[in-house]
């Protein structure tokens, strides 16, 4: 479809639906048009003609940013690198959703612009604070939104609304020209109805805002050379022991363990885990001192216009203000804690997976009681920044009567093996190269270190990411070694040269020097050009290893080879 085409699509659906509280600020249909226009006459794009829906406290040029507050809002000059980021890829921004104000609140319900109901059970909450934005997806109007999350207000709505909700590493992407509800601790997230899209989306809008001058950027962060850029293919995944799941219903728990069932289907290795000190911290973060960051963000206005604040709202900032210096000192010590606490469980999973949210209240729920409801919303996913983690919510089927989510959730930087984990959670084929993601050295193999080779685990265990078959230029010849295991030496030669096949694959930059001292003898790592031109890390053998060796060079790759060698025998 055309981008003009998804355009008209969605402001179709957007009077179909008829759900107005979605938004703050919609914008004209005739001016996305003709940004639809222009996409569809230019080049090609990663994101071209992809309809967005953006939480209104993150800056979209020309559009006022009011942050679920009318007496606060702004207009900014300028988008958020976020939404300038995705612009840049072809997507286009239909407006600015609905959300609890501030962005304080898991629930959805605390707007002056209306309470944002369910997509299919209007009178269940949506789930907050992110809820326009979900709900805008999981309606089918737009095909991606950007949220916030500090506390699970990406993670929670898109359990509610069967969405992806990825929620990146904090400083991952940047949060500049979004107003902040805990600085140190906010996130901007993604919503989507499959992983792939979903990770897309992060790629192309990760990395530091290199331009910018707010403070935020001092908490921008570099992947790391060490980070793994995928997942295994038999992870090890951690879930809480049946016993501390006491929040969920029957029903839920009988969707939580078939989800667990499938996770292990997929060939993980599941271990249970003590959840208790992950809850632990999530107390901390409104339970405690570390909620003062956001009477730092947005205290003053509160206090100035009072009676222009959700009264939910009012309580929780006013309250956050409280906190002596010595108290915050005091939950750091417990944080530290907990962080050591949780250090060995996450040192020895792949990821952890849990539900992400123990139910979905109803809107006169929260309204008898929306502190205390908000509240029971929060355990399974307020810890995820506090304890510096990555997480991604995916739908697991329906409990009770309405979706039911889970999450994958690992530290720092594993992000790349969450999208992998989630992908495979729910059954997404591999889409490829994912623009704007953290690429690694290129590897070259033709022999042993193949998929299903007796080496191969020296790449998968160093999180290298399989990048598909690729061939060399005519200039080599391959023989074959009388090694243990068997392998094949990869020789260039002047004259008489051939492609041989091999995979590519890519290495985390700092596992470049354990593989090389793992590599056995007579190979070693040097320059292999590809048919491509490209040039590339690849083995090369030891000239003394290949006095006698068969030359094997007619088959082409190695695994044909060995596939002659075996009905040779048969």
Known sequence: MSAAGRVAAAYARIAEVDRPELWITLRDPEDVLA????????????????????????????LPTTAGCPDYAYEPSVDAPVVARLRAAGALVLGKTNLDQFATGLVGTRS???????????????????????????????????????????????????????????????IAGVVPACRTLDCVTVFARDAVAAQRALWLMAGPDVAGTAATAALDREWPADAPLAAPPAPTIGVPDAGQLGALSPDARRAFAAAVELVESSGAAVVEFDLDPFVQASGLLYGGAYVGERHAAVGAFVEAHPDRVDPAVREI??????????????????????????????????????????????????????IGVNAELGPFASFVNLLDLCAIAVPAGEADGGQFGVSFVAAAFRDRVLGDLAARFLGEPDAGPTPGAPEGIPILVVGAHRRGQPLHHQLTARGA????????????????????????????????????????????????????????APMAL???????????????CEPAALEGAPDISEHSSWPAYLSAMSESIS
């Open 317 to 370: 900032v006013r309250a956050a203000g409280l906190p002596t210096a010595s108290r915050l000192t005091r939950d750091g010590e417990a944080l530290d804690a907990l962080r050591m606490a949780t250090a060995p469980v996450l040192a020895a999973t792949d990821a952890l997976f849990l539900p992400t949210v123990p139910r979905q209240p109803t809107i006169a729920e929260v309204a008898a009681d929306p």
């Open 35 to 62: 940004e639809a226009a222009i996409l569809d006459a230019g080049p090609p794009l990663p994101l071209r003609g992809t309809v967005v829906a953006v939480k209104d406290n993150i800056d979209v040029a020309g």
């Open 526 to 540: 040097g320059r292999v050009t590809l048919e491509d031109g490209r040039e590339v890390v690849g083995f090369q």
């Open 465 to 520: 990411r399989g990048l598909g078959v690729a061939r060399t230029a005519p200039a080599y010849r391959m023989y074959a070694l009388d090694t243990d295991p068997p392998k094949p030496g990869l020789a260039r030669v002047l004259d008489h040269g051939v492609a041989i096949e091999g995979e590519l694959w890519a290495l985390p930059a700092a596992a470049l020097g354990s593989f090389l001292a793992a590599l056995p």
């Open 112 to 174: 002056p612009y209306g309470v944002v109901r369910d997509a299919r059970r209007p009178s269940f909450v949506s789930g907050g604070s992110s809820s326009g934005s979900a709900v805008a997806v999981a309606l089918g109007i737009a095909d991606l939104a950007l949220g916030t999350d500090t506390a699970g207000s990406g993670r929670v709505p898109a359990a509610f609304q069967g969405l992806v909700g990825v929620k990146p590493t904090r400083g991952l992407v940047p």
